[in-house]
């Protein structure tokens, strides 16, 4: 297995504050919760939670993706639990999936950005996505590391 590093965008996240928005309350299920967003070339919405393994991904996921406050594109959605300093865990919903995936650069991207603005966390920040990788995301510029292997190999004509 291999390392691969990639620029994710040409941003240093500071001087892109303006991409930043929080304090975006929605109520579900008589519960309210606190959205931060950013848009890391996708829109992301992140939730702090403390416990992952007991948020309804599913269904909270799919309540806020086309919720008005994010209207006409949409949003996906990355609920974040802060491990320590260095690192989080994240489970991501995606629009267009209409579903959970077990990891997304993007999302781990924008997670780790708004924990850095809200959390104070340290760079890099480590990214434990559901699908068990940890990933490297350095804020600026912003890149993403991680572990890579090569899962098919082909030929196509033309």
Sequence with gaps: MHM???LMLKLNYQS???LFRQGIRIKYKYKDYELFFINTGVPHAVIF?????NIPVEELGRYIIYHDKFKPAGTNVNFVKIID???IAIR???RGAEAETLSCGTGSAASAIISSFVR?????TI???????KLKVYLS???LEGKVMQIFKGEFLI
């Design 141 to 143: 510029p912003l890149y």
């Design 16 to 18: 892109h504050i303006h």
């Design 120 to 124: 104070n966390m340290q760079e890099p």
């Design 4 to 6: 691969l590093k990639v």
């Design 85 to 87: 300093e260095k690192e």
């Design 49 to 53: 939670v403390d416990n992952l393994e």
């Design 127 to 133: 990214v434990r996505t559901r699908g068990g990788d």
């Design 92 to 94: 991501t919903y995606e």
